[in-house]
């Protein structure tokens, strides 16, 4: 059974910094890219980062120049380096993987807060 554990949210001020981490247990098969959503209260979740098996990253227009998405596909794991962080970054993010055939793959979330 596929589990994806997040680690790295927590509160910081503005202009701060943090480091998400999501790591697979299980086995996945064929990974086709692996990404970080977010989910702000009374929003809809939306993408913020992906980078695909190749190494070919694509990011929300909001956070391009800030954050920065790698990953270790050797342990299966996806990092979100986020500078610069604003109070509308404040949201849920939660770490999804995408294999073949189409699976998706979620994680329970870690709660980012940018406050002063």
């Known amino acids: 059974q596929v589990q994806l554990v997040e680690s790295g949210g927590g509160l910081v001020q503005p202009g701060g910094t943090l480091r998400l981490s999501c790591a697979a247990s299980?086995?996945?098969?064929?990974?086709?890219?692996m990404g970080w959503y977010r989910q702000a209260p009374g929003k809809q979740r939306e993408l913020v980062a992906r980078?695909?098996?190749?190494?070919?990253?694509n990011y929300a227009d909001s956070v391009k120049g800030r954050f920065t998405i790698s990953a270790d596909s050797a342990k299966n794991t996806v990092y979100l380096q986020m500078n610069s962080l604003k109070p509308e970054d404040t949201a849920v993010y939660y770490c999804n993987v995408r294999s073949r055939p189409i699976t998706n793959y979620w994680g329970q979330g870690t709660q980012v807060t940018v406050s002063s």
């Open positions: 980078i695909t098996s190749g190494g070919s990253t």
């Open positions: 299980g086995r996945i098969a064929d990974i086709v890219d």
